[in-house]
């Protein structure tokens, strides 16, 4: 049952991981109407006139892009963000594969593992969640609301790791099967 539980939770995860790492995770609305959405990748204005900008990458209407004054560490935090749940969702995905694979022969390498993607999945939310309303100078002036089916897939995503992580290494230590 143990590996069923592990190897489910750690695919539950990456499928929530992917939708956290493309989706919108937060919307900001300025006085003058003007309405933008944020990602892990990128800062689109959606109203009037849309266009959008990869900040990761520097492509796009780098206007939308640039840094807040002031802001080195917060847009180096936004910045590491989609690295770090890129790497908690492959981490995921090959915890449940050796789960499967081999349920009983790799059980430390699938626990250590899963607790790796946590840390990531972890880190990488919190980061996003602590920099996003400051990292850019395009949000400094409206009130940036966290909010979306990404947003929610990331704490999601966070919760199931922590519980297959748990779940994996109290295995081992109990030394069930």
């Known amino acids: 049952m143990r590996p069923k539980l592990v190897s489910g939770a750690c695919f539950v995860a990456a499928l929530l991981l992917v939708v956290a790492l493309w989706g919108p995770w937060g919307r900001a609305v300025t006085d003058e109407g003007l309405r933008y959405e944020v990602s892990l990748r990128k800062v ?77 999945a972890f880190a990488g939310t919190a980061f996003a969640k602590i920099a996003m309303p400051y990292a850019l100078g395009v949000l400094l002036e409206p009130t940036f609301l966290f909010g979306g089916v990404a947003f929610n897939a990331a704490w999601a995503a966070v919760g199931v790791l922590l519980f297959a992580a748990a779940l994996s290494t109290t295995s081992i230590m109990l030394r069930h099967t």
Do not use: H
């Open 44 to 120: 689109a204005l959606v109203y009037p006139i849309p266009m959008s900008c990869d900040y990761l990458r520097g492509r796009g209407a780098v206007q939308l892009c640039a840094p807040a004054p002031d802001a080195d560490q917060a847009f180096s935090m936004l910045c590491a963000a989609f690295p770090l749940l890129a790497n908690a969702a492959l981490f995921a995905f090959l915890s449940a594969v050796v789960t499967v694979r081999s349920p009983y022969g790799a059980k430390g390498t699938a626990a250590a593992l899963a607790g790796a993607s946590f840390a990531a």
